[in-house]
């Protein structure tokens, strides 16, 4: 497919997306099929042990059914150029990770909500707070739901070692997994430390290339290449276009944490500049603001105690400031980097697929 057919949506503009691809329902229906199956079975398993780790199972499935688009799962078909019942212990591998670091994730950002319901956080403290003061039962809350993303983990692995591809495949793919979950790992740690360690300098691009990029895109997209036996060449251009989407994803996320509709994110939009989160969006913000946003940022930015009302003005500094669009401007760049990729793909099939999806992710509301 020529580059100039390559056709980029604008950002607002939601009524020309395409619907689902067949793949990605196909892979979807698939996926959370085997997803239930497999979760169910720890279930079961987990009855024979107490009753109250088969509720925790319980609600991991509740938690990894609950929403979520299976972009990762589909990616991993798309990788491989079709859908195929052989690869969904694979596919499925994918969204195990993802649910798993968001598991994480939701921890380290001291939120209880995820997709608008309840996360392992937020169903466990509802558990414990009868029983135990607020900061205990928040502690043991998140200690259970630091072992459920420990648990989803180990069942990813499990997904990729009891699948019926070749012994020789599942070594590749396990040491792809590896590489995925040890990325995200560094991008979190350093996303972490970003936000108070003031001595250590930490770009947040290679931040977003490790902390989602990897493991979210050029992960999955491998995956399904390796498993296709697919040349060099396409994988290449696979993993090029992974990393690009990836970081303009993290950008587009990183302003809908601010600026997006919380009834569409299902998370506060002040959570981010209440937790320090040094961002792209901040960066720029930083170099931008003159002395008068200067001083409200210092005083607000970071500040638990601060006002929604002082955190309202700190995000209409954002705009003022010209960070918000420059940051709309770099999300923009990355998204057309990605689709300069496509061209460099033998399959029409996936250049045709991941069009698509980069016209969907653009024009995302969470």
């Known amino acids: 497919m020529p580059v100039a057919q390559l056709r980029l949506l604008p950002y607002n503009d939601s009524t020309m997306l395409r619907p689902h691809s067949a793949l990605l ?123 459920a993303g420990d648990a989803l983990i180990a069942e990813a692995f499990f997904a990729v070692s009891s699948s019926s591809i070749s012994p020789e495949l599942i070594r590749k793919i396990t040491t792809r997994l590896h590489a995925s979950i040890f990325e995200v790992i560094g991008g979190e740690f350093m996303d972490v430390e970003a936000a108070f360690v003031k001595d250590m300098s930490y770009e947040p691009l290679i931040v977003s290339r490790y902390k989602t990029a990897g493991y979210g895109f050029i992960g999955p997209l491998l995956t399904g ?51 320090a989160k040094a961002t792209k969006l901040i960066e720029i913000h930083k170099t931008k ?9 210092n ?12 955190l309202h003005s700190l995000k209409a500094d954002l705009i003022a400031s010209g960070a918000r669009k420059e940051v709309e401007t770099l999300c923009e760049t990355y998204y057309k980097k990605a689709l300069s990729a ?19 992710l653009m024009a995302r509301s969470s």
């Open 225 to 275: 290449a390796y498993c296709a036996n697919a040349s060099e060449k396409d994988c290449t251009a696979l993993e090029a276009y992974g990393g690009a989407i990836g970081i303009a994803f993290q950008l587009q996320d990183d302003l809908l944490g601010v600026f997006g509709d919380e009834n569409e994110t299902g998370k506060s939009t002040l959570g981010d500049l209440r937790e």
């Open 342 to 360: 496509l061209p460099e793909l033998s399959s029409s099939t996936q250049q045709a697929e991941l069009l698509g999806l980069t016209n969907i």
């Open 289 to 297: 603001m003159n002395e008068k946003q200067a001083a409200h940022f």
């Open 25 to 147: 329902q196909h892979t979807t229906q698939a996926v959370d099929s085997y997803l239930t199956a497999l979760i169910q079975q720890r279930i079961d398993e987990a009855n024979t042990l107490h009753t109250s780790y088969k509720q925790f199972w319980e609600n991991i499935l509740s938690v990894t059914t609950s929403g979520g688009k299976r972009f990762r799962p589909y990616l991993t078909m798309v990788g491989y150029g079709s859908f195929s019942e052989d690869i969904v212990p694979v596919a499925s591998a994918q969204e195990l990770i993802h649910t798993a670091m968001l598991v994480h994730d939701d921890i380290i950002d001291q939120d209880m909500v995820r997709r608008g319901h309840k996360n392992m956080s937020g169903i466990y403290n509802d558990k414990y707070s009868p029983l135990l003061d607020e900061a205990s039962a928040r502690h043991h809350a998140d200690s259970v739901a630091i072992i």
């Open 299 to 310: 005083a607000v930015f970071g500040n638990q105690q601060a006002s929604d009302s002082d």
